[in-house]
């Protein structure tokens, strides 16, 4: 990138953070490397690019657009700085006191739920969505994306499933929306989901690979695992999105009978 000025901020626990601003926009800028260290670690920053290309095909009009640039020498990820909605609802305290959620909400948390699944994104927790000035939801910050990838429990959807819980973080937002749907406190329309999944479905295998070769090479180099493995588990994720998604609603929904909701 050119032309450009950058100015260090503070984001909470989200690590080394500037604002970035071009001309008249503006732009959070990540820098590449380990928390609190200067260690270049490229994957971090590409993966937050593959983030935006899932959003991209789940649904353009919300997706947080994210790239991994060079930054004076240093490569990270840049990110618009999304305008948010004056008052708008913090998400980490509506699941912290758990506080009701709007049909239009939870709508739009089945959309982002369709993303962080295909990312295998757990650290999707009310902190990290924000109500854009249109009121949209937005998802920022898939920078673990693919960390519990290994994990057989990451595979299928969840109620309680939450690997973060070890460093104090919240559960993914999604586990509190689906533990109310099979208690009967709210509902969920299936063709919500349904309408994001075939916009996936729509995108061919190969094509969807590639969208991630460039973070798999990464993590060869860092950790020295083999890309193709990588890739096939995370088109894997893809190609069982729809039996895996449709499983998991049936079961929530057989709880929900079984309590005569």
């Known amino acids: 990138m050119s032309n450009y000025e ?8 989200t690590g080394e953070m500037h604002l970035l601003t071009t001309g008249q926009s503006e ?7 380990r928390k609190y260290t200067d260690i270049s670690e490229p994957f971090r920053g590409i993966v937050q690019e593959c983030g935006y290309e899932v ?27 999304i305008k948010t909605l004056p008052n708008g609802r913090n998400y980490s305290y509506v699941q912290f006191y758990d506080e009701d959620l709007s049909t239009s909400e939870v709508n739009q948390f089945l959309r982002e739920f369709i993303s962080d699944h ?3 994104n757990f650290d999707g927790h009310g902190a990290n969505f924000v109500v854009d000035e249109n009121g949209i939801i937005r998802g920022v910050d898939k920078e673990q994306s693919f960390r519990y990838l290994r994990d057989p429990e990451s595979r299928k959807p969840s109620v309680d499933y939450s ?45 969807y690979r590639e969208i991630f070769r460039s973070y798999c090479d990464a993590c060869s180099k860092a950790f020295g695992t083999d890309s193709e493995d990588m890739l096939d588990e995370i088109v894997s ?20 009978k079984a309590k005569g909701k």
């Open 55 to 81: 959003q991209k095909i789940v649904d353009p009009e919300s997706a947080v657009v994210c790239r991994y640039v060079d930054c004076d020498g240093l490569r990270g990820s840049v990110q618009e700085r």
């Open 6 to 13: 950058l100015k260090r901020i503070y984001l909470g626990g």
């Open 118 to 120: 295909l990312l295998c």
């Open 163 to 207: 690997p973060n819980w070890v460093y104090g973080t919240q559960e993914p937002i999604y586990n509190m929306i689906f533990r109310r749907y099979a208690e009967g406190i709210l509902d969920i329309d299936f063709s919500v989901i349904d309408r994001h999944m075939r916009r996936v479905e729509a995108v061919d295998n190969d094509t």
């Open 27 to 33: 732009y959070l800028y990540k820098p590449a490397v």
């Open 237 to 256: 994720r893809k190609v069982n999105m729809r039996s895996n998604v449709e499983e998991f609603y049936d079961n929530l929904t057989n709880m929900r």
